[in-house]
């Protein structure tokens, strides 16, 4: 029992991960926006590994893209169990790592473990988590375990310790990218730092430091030189500050999609700030520069670079998960016991929030799978919002959902997350031409679009050019189309869309070429 009392911040953690973890269980299909697509891009993987006929519009071609770590594990482990499953036990891995990660920092650190981690957690639940960006997410989470054994390596490294790093490293670049660069800013804020606290700034340890950071990061630095995939040199660099402060600050924590838990981000700063002030908190001094590195990287990170977005709601959970991991409390062993109490009961309600949210969700993703099963085999499907309709409700999680169809009818969509260069799933041809050739052109038309696509001109909406150029004369290419509607009275569709099937909050029309179809 006196053990127990001594180690109760690592219960309280297991116990925060288990409950954070539980939603993913409870549903069958979790309302992340990018949910759908991956779930069948592992699919089509999981198909070709065993040798089974792969779609009719799509095959894997494997190569080093530097955002791998799903398309390796969940098909691997979709061999020994279902693929949702396989799935879901990913994601709670990657859950389990964003908790616990942060408290191994803070063990590493100051020798113990306190409450302070625990407040870290509910940066588990952020945008990357609620968005479904699974690669980033689970390599931001390894990349937090990987800096902890960095930490408790710092006085006795070899270079047989270095060679793990660079493994690992290796690792992590197949994983995601982005986290390459966290770990890389993580190691160099902390090496400085000693360097500091030491106060050798003298050049030969100046230089040693280097030289270890250099030989651990040098395999990542070849692959990313010489074998760096051509989809990534596409797109250019944009932050559009002004429009995404807001994300910045909402991306932290999340009760579930497009919900920033606003109040309870600012609970947790002001008790930081009043901590601080009262001398009952104090930020290591190893981590100070890192903080400080990682809330600037926060606000200056573009939105989109590299060909993808989002860039800007990486790094404000992993700020967030790595100040708490900095902090000491200087609170009695009573007060952090009763703190940890009320965190894991906040934790808890964050997490039933989350499980009801997505169980509306799932209850529609049902009924949308269950009409999938009366329209025609390898079927090719273009989603498309009714936004009259919808008013107010948020459509991104509807963006993907017509890709449970790859898995569940052979069937095509032109939002699949096959990208020529960035993703192994690809599009045989012809189909590029009908398909999504960028993440700019990743979002759904609008009903009131459909004229002007079927007519092939853009007016005056620029988007037609810009965003669906893909979708031009698409009657002439695609079987139906999945018109999302919400809760709404449903806009009027072209005379060459017949309903097929009516659902509470989407309708499938049958889409019929037109004359312009005999002259292309």
């Not at 691997?76 to 693929?83: H, I, K, R, S």
């Not at 990913?90 to 859950?95: H, M, Q």
């Not at 588990?124 to 390599?139: D, L, P, Q, S, V």
Request: with cysteine.
């Amino acid at each position: 029992m006196r053990h127990l009392g001594r180690d109760w911040p690592a219960a309280a953690l297991a116990l925060a991960a288990c409950i954070l973890i539980v939603p993913l269980w409870c549903v069958h299909s979790p309302a992340m926006p990018d949910y759908p697509a991956h779930i069948a891009g592992f699919g089509l993987i999981a198909a070709g590994s065993q040798a089974a006929p792969l779609s009719t519009f799509y095959d894997v071609h494997w190569m080093l893209v530097p955002n791998l770590a799903s398309e390796i594990i969940v098909p691997a482990l979709a061999q020994v169990m279902g693929l949702e499953t396989a799935a879901k036990l990913f994601l709670s891995v990657a859950v389990a790592m964003w908790v616990l990660g942060p408290a191994a920092i803070q063990r590493a650190l100051l020798g113990k473990t306190d409450a302070a981690p625990l407040a870290g957690a509910f940066f588990a639940y952020n945008a990357n988590f609620t968005w479904g960006f699974f690669n980033y997410y689970f390599a931001a989470g390894l990349c937090f375990v990987m800096f902890a054994a960095w930490i408790a390596t710092a006085r006795w490294r070899s270079y047989a310790t270095l060679a793990g790093f660079a493994l690992a490293v290796l690792a992590l670049y197949i994983c995601h990218l982005v986290a390459v660069f966290i770990f890389l800013a993580m190691v160099g804020c902390f090496e400085i730092s000693q360097l500091w606290a030491e106060k050798a700034f003298d050049l030969k340890t100046a230089v040693r430091r280097a030289s270890s950071i250099a030989l651990v990061f040098s395999p990542v630095a070849v692959a990313f030189l010489f074998f760096k995939p051509a989809g990534m040199a596409s797109g250019e660099l944009a932050f559009d500050f002004a429009d995404t402060i807001g994300d910045r600050f909402g991306a932290a924590i999340q009760s579930y999609f497009s919900e920033p838990a606003y109040l309870l981000t600012g609970a947790l700063a002001i008790l930081i700030l009043a901590g601080l002030l009262y001398g009952k908190l104090r930020v290591h001094p190893a981590m100070k520069i890192l903080v400080i590195a990682l809330a600037g990287l926060t606000l200056v990170a573009p939105e989109w670079a590299l060909g993808g977005w989002g860039v800007h709601l990486r790094l404000p959970g992993v700020l967030g998960a790595v100040l708490f991991a900095s902090m000491e409390l200087d609170f009695g062993r009573r007060l952090q016991s009763a703190a940890a109490g009320l965190l894991l009961l906040a934790l808890a309600w964050n997490a039933s929030v989350l499980e009801q949210d997505w169980r509306t969700y799932d209850l529609q993703y049902g009924e949308f799978r269950a009409a999938l099963r009366d329209i025609p085999e390898r079927s090719k499907l273009v989603t498309v919002l009714d936004a009259n309709a919808m008013d107010t409700q948020t459509d991104q999680p509807y963006w993907h959902m017509a890709e449970f169809a790859i898995l569940d009818r052979g069937g095509f969509t032109p939002l699949m997350f096959a990208t020529k260069g960035q993703h192994i799933v690809q599009l045989r041809p012809p189909f590029g031409a009908i398909a999504a050739a960028s993440a700019q052109q990743g979002s759904p038309p609008d009903v009131s679009e459909l004229d002007d696509l079927a007519a092939g001109q853009s007016k005056d909406d620029t988007d037609i050019d810009e965003v669906f150029p893909y979708l031009k004369f698409f009657q002439c290419h695609f079987d139906e189309a999945v018109v999302i509607h919400g809760e709404g009275e449903p806009s009027p569709v072209p005379k060459f869309l017949t309903l097929r099937h009516a659902g509470s909050f989407f309708s499938l029309y049958d889409i019929h070429p037109t004359s312009i179809c005999a002259k292309r």
